[in-house]
């Protein structure tokens, strides 16, 4: 089985900071670092270092063959990557001493994806295969509608959050994945709780406090709670998780492992300084669960 991403490429673009500014605030980076991110690559990254087999689809700036290049580095497809004359997107990150953050993100290349070659890559899907869409990307919508035409699992986690985009997405989705925030939000502006989302199945991570599945088919809850760590970047966590929670599914593994995995894999992430190049693999998840 495979997993198909279309999803959002960045270059990160990391400040340390003593604390997050406040409006009209100057402040001195502590420290300064450029990685790989968005929340598609991360997903991405984390689903093959879970030992997936990942096909990404988007773009990037003809001038960031380093881009490619590192992506490859960690197992990713990059087949229907393609190269434009325009910018690949980029995320300018502050990161405090407490490991949260704020992220503001220009869309570059990741809003410039091309409706045939999107369709063409997924066209070779088969019907146990796995698409993963997030909010980062023009054509969701056309993807989503593809893939669960041949039959595929379509899980789209709704970040950043637009109750617009849910809403072209959710008829063509087999789970939507949110944080608590997200949920919440959604939850207000469809006027819905979580159970009347219209879609098979949910899931909310929880942060600190683990994650939630629920199947608005069945009824049926699952909880996981997460291990206790000392978090120095939170920066993608969720899509840690996501990728690894993909990953386990695609892998065969049930729900409730696949939602044991992906915390620990989480868990992990956050104690590590970056986004796509500090995802660990499955062997350290493993070596960090057995602890």
């Not at 879970?50 to 087949?79: F, L, M, P």
């Not at 704020?102 to 990741?110: E, K, L, P, R």
């Not at 840690?240 to 044991?260: I, N, P, R």
Request: overall charge negative.
């Amino acid at each position: 089985m495979t997993i198909y991403n279309l999803g959002s490429i960045n270059i990160d673009r990391f400040y340390a900071l003593p604390h997050l500014p406040e409006p009209g605030e100057t402040l001195s980076a502590l420290r300064h670092s450029v990685g790989l991110g968005g929340k598609g690559m991360n997903q991405s990254v984390a689903a093959a270092r879970a030992g997936a087999k990942v096909n990404h689809i988007g773009a990037i700036g003809k001038a960031d063959d380093w881009v490619r290049e590192r992506i490859e580095s960690y197992g990713v497809n990059c087949q229907f990557l393609r190269a434009l004359d325009s910018s690949t997107g980029h995320a300018i990150i502050y990161v405090d001493g407490e490991g949260e953050n704020t992220i503001v993100i220009d869309a570059g290349t990741n809003a410039q994806q091309d409706y045939e070659s999107v369709l063409r890559a997924l066209d070779g899907a088969a019907s146990n295969d796995t698409l993963l869409l997030q909010n980062e990307t023009n054509l969701q919508p056309d993807a989503a509608t593809f893939a669960r035409a041949k039959g595929m699992r379509v899980i789209y986690s709704a970040a950043p959050f637009s109750v617009d985009a849910v809403k072209a997405l959710v008829s063509d989705v087999s789970m939507v994945a949110m944080n608590a925030i997200e949920a919440g939000q959604l939850c207000d502006e469809m006027g819905l709780t979580l159970e009347q989302i219209p879609v098979p199945e949910v899931l909310v991570t929880l942060g600190s406090k683990g994650a939630m599945w629920r199947s608005n088919e069945t009824g049926e809850v699952i909880e996981v709670s997460s291990p206790k760590v000392t978090a120095v970047d939170t920066t993608a966590a969720g899509d840690t998780f996501a990728g690894y929670f993909a990953a386990g599914l695609d892998l065969g593994m049930s729900v409730q492992k696949s939602m044991e995995w992906a915390t620990q894999a989480a868990a992990l992430k956050v104690t590590r300084h970056g986004t796509a190049d500090a995802i660990p693999s499955a062997a350290e998840v493993a070596a960090f669960s057995s602890k």
